[in-house]
Every structure is written in structure tokens, then in C-alpha cells.
């Protein structure tokens, strides 16, 4: 079975740093580009890294440039991101998703259940 | 970036009719479309990707259409398990990969 497993949410206040992880299971995960999207109430669904699967290409979203970084490790079949300088308006869940592709089209498929991120003083 | 503006933003519809939700956007994605279902509780999973082509898995009754810049979900013969919130997602022009504002179905 094809799984992703986030973890490493939870409550930190503003100005502060947390770093999320994504354990995949069920797939040979090098072979995959990974992304982290997150949901908050004021946004919907917003993308917010990617990486590919060798981690010559990594992208942000502009809200984040500069202070979140997207990492992973093959051998362990993990994916991370690091959040620093956190904001309230960074407060959401935070999904890990894989890159699947198809005659050139991408999409995300599976997600992990998600891990809560609470920016509050 | 390319905008993706989902409409309605809402809809309450009976079980058995058949529902259509237009994702419009702000230039052409091709057909690097994606569709997404979303239940309270739970992430966000796959239903149609490149447009029109249903994910394995997927009921039959959920379909996908069109190309450039405008798109549609139709759902037929709607159950209350399709009670969600759905997604549209384009991946044509990276980064960033954007995502509408989602639309909530409701069964009567």
C-alpha cells in the first residue's frame, strides 16, 4: 500500500522555527518528486514546495521564500520540511503529496493524513 | 501565476441529480487540469487528472472536461457519499502550482 506519513506539527509562536516530516512507504520513493502543500482557513489549498526526485530542482512558494526549506532523504524514504521565522498566518495542516505523472501531465496522488501547524504567542 | 476561480462556491443538490462545477483559468493550463475531493477530516484525494481521465478507483458517474482555460466536474446520479468539498488544480505553469477555492457540495 502506497502511504505517506506526516508528523512533527504542533503548537509554536511567531518568529518561531519547526520542522515537519513525511515517512513514504509502498513505492520506491527515489523515484518520485515530492511536495509539501498546506490548508488554512484563509487560503484553501496552497502549494507550498516542491522537490524533485534527485533534489536538483526546488521550488517555493513566495510566501515562504527564504524561510522554509524543502529537503529529503532517499535512503530513508523521507521528506522534510523546515519552517523558521514562523508567522500566524502560517497556521494550517500541512500535507506531504507525491508528484505522480502521466504523458506529461502531473498531479498529486496519494497525500498523507496531514499534520497540524499552530503559529500563536 | 495562473489564477484558478471555481464556481459555485457552494451548491446543496438531492441524491440522484447530476451536478456541474466550472473551474475557469486566468490563461491557458492546456489540459493540466486536475480534480480533487475533500471530506471533513481527511486529505484531499484524486479524482480526475489531465482533464477527463478518471483516476482508477473512481466511480464512473464522476467525469472531467474541457481544455485551455475552462473546465468541468459533472457528477451524475449523485450519493451522499460525494458530499465534499472539491478542488480543481493546475500543474501547467510551475511554480507555483495553484489550486481553486474549492467548491462545497452538500446532499440535501
Redesign the interface.
Known amino acids: 500500500d502506497v502511504q505517506l506519513e506526516e508528523s512533527g506539527g504542533g503548537l509554536v509562536k511567531p518568529g518561531g522555527s519547526l520542522r515537519l516530516s513525511c515517512a513514504a512507504s509502498g513505492f520506491i520513493f527515489s523515484n518520485y518528486g515530492m511536495n509539501w502543500v498546506r490548508q488554512t482557513p484563509g487560503k484553501g489549498l496552497e502549494w507550498v514546495s516542491s522537490i524533485s526526485s534527485g533534489r536538483s530542482y526546488i521550488y517555493y512558494a513566495d510566501s515562504v521564500k527564504g524561510r522554509f526549506t524543502i529537503s529529503r532523504d532517499n535512503n530513508n524514504n523521507s521528506l522534510f520540511l523546515h519552517m523558521n521565522n514562523l508567522r500566524l498566518d502560517d497556521t494550517g495542516i500541512y500535507y506531504c503529496a507525491r508528484l505522480s505523472l502521466a504523458r506529461g501531465v502531473s498531479w498529486f496522488d496519494p497525500w498523507g493524513q496531514g499534520t497540524l501547524v499552530t503559529v500563536s504567542s | 501565476d495562473i489564477q484558478m476561480t471555481q464556481s459555485p462556491s457552494s451548491l446543496s443538490v438531492s441524491v440522484g441529480d447530476r451536478v456541474t462545477i466550472t473551474c475557469r483559468a486566468s490563461q491557458t493550463v492546456s489540459?493540466?487540469l486536475?480534480w480533487?475531493q475533500q471530506k471533513p477530516g481527511?486529505?484531499?484525494?484524486?479524482l480526475i487528472?489531465?482533464a477527463s481521465?478518471l483516476?482508477s478507483g473512481v466511480p464512473s458517474r464522476f467525469s472531467g472536461s474541457g481544455s485551455g482555460t475552462d473546465f468541468t466536474l459533472t457528477i451524475s446520479n449523485l450519493q451522499p457519499e460525494d458530499s465534499a468539498t472539491y478542488?480543481c488544480?493546475q500543474?501547467y505553469s510551475?511554480?507555483?502550482?495553484?489550486?481553486g477555492?474549492?467548491t462545497r457540495l452538500e446532499i440535501k
Not at chain 2, 510551475?94 to 489550486?99: A, D, H, K, Y
Open positions: 489540459n493540466y486536475n480533487y481527511k486529505a484531499p484525494k484524486v487528472s489531465a481521465n483516476q478542488y488544480q500543474t510551475t511554480p507555483p502550482i495553484t489550486f477555492q474549492g
